[in-house]
Each structure stands twice: as C-alpha cells, then as structure tokens.
C-alpha cells in the first residue's frame, strides 16, 4: 500500500501542516519543508497503533471470561454487563459531546488524553477484586476509548487529499481485525503463562507508554487543508444549531450510518458467537477457537479492508456513488458464503474458506463509508459527523449484535437444539441485506450531498 501525493506545497514549508489556533503554544505546527508525505504516513500508522491499542483493550475481556468467572464466582449475567453495557454506557453516551469539542480544541490532545485514559482503567481492570470495581474499570476504559476514534477520522482527513482518503482511513481501520485478533491471542497467552490479572496491567502499560509519543510527535494540521475550503470558512467553530441544520440536511449520512450500523449487528454479533459456534458445531477447544477466529480476522479481514479502500479511491472520485455501491455488493456476496458455512458438518479447508471470504467482505465497507462521512460535511464539522456516525454504528453493533444473535438462538433450541446457533446466525444475514438495501439508497445522493473538495 503506497501513500503518495503529486500536489505542490501551497504555502512555504509544509502545505497543510500548518500552526494555526489549534497548535500547541511553543511548538512548530509543521514539520520541515518537502517532508509532509513520509510525515502524514508516520501519523497514520502511529495512529493505527493507537486504535490497534483500543481494540485490544476493548476484545480482550471476552477472551479472559472464564478465570475471572471462576476467581470472583461471576454469573454469566455479570459478565454480559461487563463485556457490554458496562463498556457502552458511556462510549456511546459521551462520543458526541467529544466529537463537537474537538471541532474546536486540538485534536491531538483530545485523543492523547482518551488513550491514557483507557489504558489506565485497563491496567485498572486487573487489579479488581469485585464485581463492582471491574464494572467500574470497564466504564473508564469506555469513556476513554469514547475519545479515540472521531478525532482520529478528522486528524486524517486533514493530512490526505481525498484522492488517498479512503487508503488512509482505511489503513486506520486495520486496528479493528488486527486489534481483534491480537486482543484474542495476546489476552490467551498471557491468561495462560501468567495470570489474567497480568493481561490487563501488561495491556494497559501498553497504551500508557504509546500517549506521550503521540503527544510530542504528532502535530494538529489545519483543518481543510486539502480541500477548496476558504480559510474562513473552515478554521470557525460550527454552532451545534449550524451543525444540526447541516446534518439533518444530508439524507445520505443517515442511511450510510444506520446501514453500517444493520452490518455491525452481524460484525460484533459473529465477533462474539463464532468460537462459540466453533466449538458447538465443530468440537474445537477455546484455544483452538481463538486461533482459528484470529486467523480469520488477519487473512481476511485485512485484505478486504485495504482492497475495498484501494480501488473506492481510484474510482470514487470520478463516481462518488460507488462509495456506497461497493460496501452494498459486498454484503450481498456474504450471504451465499455463511448460507453453506454454517451447516458444514465439519472443520475442513474447504469450511475454513467459506468462513474466511465472508470475514473479508463485511469490513470491505470501512473505507469508503468513512471517507464518505468525512466528504458529507465540511472540514470544523468533520469530528462532530464521525461521532454521531460512531455513535449510531455502535448503539447497533455493540448494543445488539451479540444479544438479537443469542436471543434467538435460545428461542430456536426448542425445535433446533444443539444446532439453534447455526440456524440463529443464518437468520441474522438479514441484517446485511437492510445494510446492503440503505446503503444503495445512500448511493443515489452522495453525488450531490458532498462537499465541494
């Protein structure tokens, strides 16, 4: 993946890192001259570490579940408040009143701060003797992490031209199936050697040593820089009327939203339940399970995500609806997949297959619905838009997917039995035809509902 840029500089030294307002006092706002593209791909990929940071942080519980049932006598309904509600109370809750501040202080400091927060109360989380202080733990690390992930959208945005856009953000969203599968294999071999306890000090200490290298090395750009924005126009602060009126105007954004949020109901659904499944229907041990789920996240996720981000780039910009045409066919492509997986009788590479091409396709969407969020409204409302987007992806995705999965699976076990999971998840590839069905309606306004770049 090649990050490059034929644009000249457009002002002395650096074109669009620029000291502005939002810089820090006493410090350069831009690095040295002709330097901006191997310095834009260094925040990239320091952020991508950061998110990657995130995603552990937030998966790792599931994977620990068990000796912390066994050492503090747990119920399953306590730990279910601790894998969700607990963490998205708050994420979810606290995302937009973050998303609107940081349209207006500096983005950096805001995603510092939300990084060394979670990774404290991650630390936190394995010093707990108690039901009551590890929810605790976790309703730190999801005001945290409510932090960490607009302002990044934002940030980005601002260091790439729309032409690398959907690469970028793209690139940054890796940290979902690298997190997810790191989270998974980092949490069970440390639970194992050590203790659980040691997974999260040992993961939190992580994230705390990466805060203060984002804080002395990343500079906060000027907002819009890359794009056809008067300076006016973009360094003054939205009111939070402005903002309504220009969001409520942008159909599109809302059926991107809520359609990425019908696909994350199966994302964090299947995140869930699939070791389950695996070990139901195919016999695997927890270990195994882990193994297998995390080769699926790493070879098929990745790929799919940098794939579907490479080529909406190339193509998207001459036709902006394919930003939303792309993810709609690669949720209509899963279905087919799942349909035979799930009723495979046993693990073999041809089972392994038709699992892997589905894990690739349902993140096909995070680049191109991303970038097309950040192009829907204009650079001082680019955080804002992210965290409302966020908060609907994730009011879906975390709120539901994992309870509509295993809520039905339980009402099935009457007529299904052993086999209830299989037949709740092939039930549940509905919700990829709603995304894939808003998403195409998505596609018939974004050509008009983008801003000009």
């Not at 973050?98 to 510092?112: E, F």
């Not at 993140?363 to 680019?382: E, H, M, S």
């Not at 299904?416 to 709740?424: H, N």
Request: glycine residues 12%; aromatic residues 12%.
């Amino acid at each position: 993946m090649e990050f490059e840029s034929s644009e000249e500089p457009r002002t002395a030294g650096n074109p669009r890192v620029s000291r502005g307002a939002d810089s820090p006092p006493g410090r350069p706002g831009r690095p040295r001259p002709g330097n901006h593209r191997s310095y834009a791909v260094y925040v990239l990929v320091l952020l991508t570490l950061v998110y990657t940071s995130n995603f552990i942080d937030r998966i790792v519980l599931g994977i620990l579940a068990a000796p912390i049932k066994a050492e503090l006598h747990l119920t399953d309904t306590q730990l279910g408040l601790l894998g969700g509600t607990a963490f998205a109370l708050f994420y979810t809750a606290l995302g937009i009143p973050i998303g609107w501040l940081a349209d207006r202080v500096n983005r950096v400091w805001i995603i510092t701060a939300a990084l060394t927060c979670w990774s404290l109360f991650t630390a936190a989380t394995g010093m707990a003797h108690r039901f009551a202080t590890l929810f605790a733990a976790r309703l730190g690390v999801g005001v945290g992490e409510a932090g960490g992930v607009a302002p990044a959208y934002a940030l980005l945005a601002d260091y790439f031209p729309a032409t690398m856009r959907a690469r970028a953000l793209g690139f940054y969203s890796l940290a979902i199936p690298i997190g997810s599968a790191l989270g998974y294999l980092f949490g069970g071999y440390l639970a194992t050697t050590y203790s659980w306890r040691t997974a999260f000090v040992f993961l939190g200490a992580v994230g705390i040593a990466l805060a203060p290298v984002l804080a002395l090395t990343v500079r906060e750009p000027v907002r819009g820089a890359n794009d056809t924005v008067p300076p006016a126009a973009r360094e003054r602060s939205a009111t939070l009327r402005e903002a309504w009126r220009q969001l409520s105007g942008k159909r599109s954004f809302w059926l991107l939203s809520i359609g990425a949020g019908c696909g994350s109901i199966m994302g964090y659904g299947l995140l869930f339940w699939l070791p389950s499944l695996f070990m139901r229907s195919y016999g695997l041990t927890l270990g195994q399970s882990a193994h297998l789920l995390g080769a699926l996240l790493l070879l098929g996720g990745v790929p799919g995500i940098l794939l579907g981000s490479a080529w909406v780039d190339r193509a998207g910009m001459r036709n902006p609806r394919l930003y939303a045409l792309v993810p709609a066919g690669a949720f209509v492509c899963i279905l087919p997949c799942y349909a035979w997986a799930i009723f495979m009788t046993s693990l073999t590479p041809g089972t392994f297959v038709l699992f892997l091409i589905p894990s690739a396709l349902q993140l096909v969407w995070l680049g191109p619905v991303i970038t097309a969020i950040q192009q829907l409204v204009p650079p001082n409302l680019r955080a804002l838009a992210s965290a409302l987007f966020l908060f609907i992806n994730n009011l879906l995705g975390l709120g539901l997917g994992a309870l509509i999965i295993g809520g039905v699976s339980d009402l099935l076990t009457a007529s299904f039995g052993g086999a209830s999971l299989r037949y709740s998840i092939l039930g549940g590839t509905v919700f990829y035809v709603l995304a894939a069905t808003l998403f195409a309606l998505a596609s018939r306004r974004l050509a008009e509902e983008f801003e000009p770049i």
